[in-house]
């Protein structure tokens, strides 16, 4: 049995094969061939954070490979009620193949993953969000081909979506450069990881030179809510638009997790520019994470 809480749970050729798998069956559904690996299968969706893609593309994911999503809210379960993790995932494994969750603290998922028998599946925790960097992945292979030797840049909070780019980078091959504001770079010991293909850069516009992909978030992220004023003002000098891309590689394309606040992290001009690729990013949530799912739940376990 695996788990899926970080992108570094899995291979660099694992994570291509799994891509592959995704734009193949894309491909076949286009084509009217629908791929129904997981009939009979149940997944569980904990959700302790607030979602539209995340909750959309797994139960619509499910649903299309032949099983079913549960929806659980802390507020009308026990686990806003105090109820412990290892408990929760003791019971709820007993009676499902899978276990997506999405909350605040990176080690909750880790304990749910301790006590389930059952595959667990990071659904964003403050710390990752792999899932988004599964799409984010695809669309560069569909676009593009292997990303490998690429060059990236990432503008704006050192994150959980920053994180699971790091992690990305590692997997992948590509370089990383990352501009945030003093005080909100990423983690110290994630960011070593990376070696040196990992490196913080001076300014946004430095990052951004002769990029391929430029990658942007909220500056305020889930849970963070209090802080949106303030690091708005800290921010500022960090959103991604028309000067910034212009610093880019001509054919650099953009992509952003979503949701996006135009006139923030960035303008209006570029999400909806012909760079942007964000509208295929999104639907690429329910493609490779179907992938993820076959890989997980599925009885062959093999894709
Ligand atoms: N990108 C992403 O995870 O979106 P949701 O918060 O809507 O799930
Ligand atoms: N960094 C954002 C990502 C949302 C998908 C958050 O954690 O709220």
């Given at each position: 049995m695996r788990h899926f809480l970080s992108l570094l749970d899995f291979t660099g050729d694992e994570l291509r094969a799994l891509i592959a798998h995704a734009?193949?069956?894309?491909?076949?559904?286009?084509?009217?061939?629908?791929?129904?690996?997981?009939?009979?299968?149940?997944?569980?969706?904990?959700?302790?954070?607030?979602?539209?893609?995340?909750?959309?593309?797994?139960?619509?994911?499910?649903?299309?490979?032949?099983?079913?999503?549960?929806?659980?809210?802390?507020?009308?379960?026990?686990?806003?009620?105090?109820?412990?993790?290892?408990?929760?995932?003791?019971?709820?494994?007993?009676?499902?193949?899978?276990?997506?969750?999405?909350?605040?603290?990176?080690?909750?998922?880790?304990?749910?993953?301790?006590?389930?028998?059952?595959?667990?599946?990071?659904?964003?925790?403050?710390?990752?969000?792999?899932?988004?960097?599964?799409?984010?992945m695809m669309t560069w292979f569909e676009l593009r081909g292997d990303i490998d030797g690429a060059t990236v840049a990432w503008i704006g909070d050192g994150n959980n979506m920053c994180h699971s780019y790091i992690n990305a980078a590692i997997r992948f091959g590509f370089s990383l450069r990352i501009a945030c504001p003093a005080g909100h770079s990423p983690d110290a010991s994630l960011l070593a990881s990376g070696g040196e293909r990992v490196q913080l850069s001076a300014s946004p516009a430095e990052a951004a030179t002769a990029a391929d992909l430029v990658v942007t978030d909220v500056w305020a992220s889930m849970g963070q809510e209090d802080e949106q004023q303030q690091r708005s003002e800290i921010f500022s000098e960090f959103q991604v638009n028309r000067e910034i891309m212009a610093h880019a590689n001509r054919d650099a394309l953009f992509m952003h997790c979503l949701p996006a606040h135009r006139g923030e992290e960035v303008t209006a001009e570029v999400l909806d520019g012909p760079r942007s690729v964000v509208w295929q990013e999104a639907e690429n949530r329910l493609h490779a994470q179907k992938a993820l799912l076959e890989i997980l739940l599925s009885d062959s376990g093999v894709v």
């Open positions: 734009i193949g069956v894309k491909t076949g559904l286009q084509q009217g061939r629908p791929h129904q690996p997981l009939t009979g299968k149940l997944l569980a969706m904990i959700f302790e954070k607030s979602s539209t893609r995340t909750r959309v593309s797994f139960e619509a994911g499910m649903h299309q490979l032949g099983g079913h999503a549960m929806f659980l809210s802390p507020r009308d379960s026990h686990l806003g009620r105090g109820e412990p993790i290892e408990d929760s995932a003791r019971v709820i494994s007993s009676m499902v193949d899978g276990i997506l969750i999405r909350t605040f603290g990176h080690d909750r998922i880790t304990t749910l993953a301790e006590h389930s028998r059952v595959p667990v599946i990071n659904g964003l925790s403050d710390l990752l969000h792999p899932c988004q960097l599964l799409a984010d």
